[in-house]
């Protein structure tokens, strides 16, 4: 069983940062692939990016690519979401999930076992 925990969102304006952090609990955290999603209101749940366990493979959605980036530091059991040059339609509530590593599709929501509680981050125009 793996907990996680999001935290880091909030209200910027457009052009701002934020970094979003997911922590876990468990000793294996180094063997979950990592994805983070992000659901605005109305809208289905849609990918923003993906972490393998030793963090070797990292895969972004088009929409984020080049203003995103993730990492994770296994010795803390944290995955983050540094998000840079915000724009008004990354508005959403941001979801960490986990599923062990394996050979799967990233991008699927419904692949990932464990989620987080969501964070909410708002970007005013």
């Known amino acids: 069983q793996v907990q996680l925990v999001e935290s880091g969102g909030g209200l910027v304006q457009a052009g701002e940062s934020l970094r979003l952090s997911c922590a876990a609990s468990?000793?294996?955290?180094?063997?979950?692939?990592m994805g983070w999603f992000r659901q605005a209101p109305g809208m289905e749940r849609k990918f923003v990016g993906a972490?393998?366990?030793?963090?070797?493979?990292?895969y972004y959605a088009d929409s984020v690519k080049g203003r995103f980036t993730i990492s994770r530091d296994n010795a803390k059991n944290t995955v983050y979401l540094q998000m840079n040059s915000l724009k008004p339609e990354d508005t959403a509530v941001y979801y960490c999930?986990?599923?062990?590593?394996?050979?799967?599709?990233?991008?699927?929501?419904?692949?990932?076992?464990?989620w987080g509680q969501g964070t909410q981050v708002t970007v005013s125009s």
């Open positions: 972490i393998s366990g030793s963090g070797g493979n990292i």
């Open positions: 999930a986990a599923r062990p590593d394996g050979s799967y599709d990233h991008t699927v929501d419904y692949l990932y076992d464990y």
């Open positions: 468990g000793r294996t955290f180094s063997r979950y692939y």
